[in-house]
């Protein structure tokens, strides 16, 4: 894994790159709020002490954008400070936490990285919409609804119009579409964040673009949603649908880690199938 390196959108705002997803700090005043604490303490404990740094007299809070391991399982380094999130990340950590970290714990990719995680869940959460101010930077976390996970929410900072997209946003590569989240909510919350007129939209994974990438993977989700339906019309099976439909996306669409490619088709095959047959 790379070292943890710190850059600075704007003053005060700095997205924290090397770990297996990208995080955030935000700071003003000795006063810090960090945006997801990463896949386990091995990425957690050098994102605190780069915080610490920043933070003087003031408050430490933690903010998790959504449940998922890779942004949650560092959360023990933070446990003596507020953590924040919508209420469905802290539900999903507190009924499905133990059950999710021992699958991961049989995934030979993801097992070292989280032998020593203790599920730690959000101790301070909303419902639609929570502003921290972190000394005089305004931060509106914002929910989004079920698209990329059961939980989705982002941190607005509306003065220098930044976003943290959270998992909504991945730059350049096919997204992660896991069980639990659904694509047509998912182009929705596209929509929502294109307009809050980011001026730097910081993507969950992939490199930090502009924000034009918020509207180049909602116009990839349309794309497959449209060749899903078409295979669906077609009466293509699941695996023929996999197979065509992942064809023709690398040609008319292409985007990195197209291993990912069967997953979201899956997905996109299982949501609409599922309502062509209501
Ligand atoms: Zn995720």
Not at 44 to 49: D, Q, S, T
Not at 88 to 93: A, F, I, S, Y
Not at 255 to 275: C, D, H, K, W, Y
């Amino acid at each position: 894994m790379p070292d943890l390196s710190i850059q600075e959108i704007v003053t005060g705002v700095n997205v924290a790159l090397g770990g297996v997803c990208n995080r955030g700090i935000i700071s003003q005043g000795g006063n810090v709020l960090v945006v997801d604490s990463g896949i386990a303490a091995v990425e957690a404990i050098p994102l605190r002490a780069a915080a610490q740094e920043y933070r003087k007299e003031g408050a430490l809070y933690l903010f998790n954008t959504h449940p998922h391991g890779d942004h949650t399982y560092g959360n023990q380094v933070f446990a003596d400070c507020p953590i924040i999130a919508h209420e469905g990340v802290r539900n999903d950590l507190v009924l499905n936490g133990e059950q999710t970290l021992a699958n991961w714990k049989q995934n030979p990719r993801m097992a070292a990285f989280v032998s020593d995680v203790t599920i730690t869940p959000p101790t301070l959460t909303f419902q639609e919409k929570m502003t921290v101010f972190v000394g005089d930077i305004e931060v509106q976390l914002l929910y989004l609804g079920i698209a990329h996970s059961p939980s989705d929410s982002v941190a607005w900072l509306p003065q220098s119009r930044v976003l943290f997209a959270g998992d909504l946003l991945f730059n350049a590569i096919v997204p992660a579409t896991p069980p639990g989240g659904n694509t047509a909510h998912w182009v929705h919350a596209l929509e929502q964040l294109e307009q809050l007129g980011a001026a730097y939209a910081i993507p969950g994974h992939g490199p930090v673009q502009t924000p034009a990438a918020l509207a180049d993977l909602r116009h990839w989700f349309i794309t497959v949603r449209a060749l899903v339906g078409e295979a669906i019309a077609s009466g293509w099976d699941r695996e023929t649908t996999i197979t065509n439909v992942s064809a023709s996306l690398q040609e008319i669409a292409p985007r990195g880690t197209e291993e990912r490619l069967p997953r979201a088709i899956e997905q996109v095959f299982a949501e609409m199938s599922q309502n062509a047959s209501v």
